[in-house]
């Protein structure tokens, strides 16, 4: 069992920034591809980043790649998602997930959520 526990978000002004991070605990977080998604009122939720085992390997969507970087810290058992010039479409609560891989789309373990909203 995983448990993953996001925080960071807020309120921010369009044009600002955010860094998300999701503690990870219970098993070998090191083992764990780690990806982050995010859903906005009454839309299906949507992958953001997901981060290989390592770290060397990242991947995002390509309409936020230049705004969002995810990474991670397997010390410290922590994900980030950073997140600048942000846009009020941004807006959404952001979740992180830990699962085996390799699928980017499937995870075994959820996070509670952390609300970011953006405002214009």
């Known amino acids: 069992q995983v448990k993953l526990v996001e925080s960071g978000g807020g309120l921010v002004q369009a044009g600002g920034s955010l860094r998300l991070s999701c503690a990870a605990s219970?098993?070998?977080?090191?083992?764990?591809?780690m990806g982050w998604f995010r859903q906005a009122p009454g839309k299906e939720r949507e992958f953001v980043a997901a981060i290989s085992w390592s770290g060397s390997s990242t991947y995002s969507v390509d309409s936020l790649k230049g705004r969002f970087t995810i990474s991670r810290d397997n010390a410290k058992n922590t994900v980030y998602l950073q997140m600048n010039s942000l846009k009020p479409e941004d807006t959404a609560v952001y979740y992180c997930?830990?699962?085996?891989?390799?699928?980017?789309?499937?995870?075994?373990?959820w996070g509670q959520g952390t609300q970011v909203t953006v405002s214009s």
């Open positions: 997930a830990a699962g085996g891989g390799p699928d980017l789309y499937d995870y075994d373990y």
């Open positions: 219970g098993r070998t977080f090191s083992n764990y591809l």
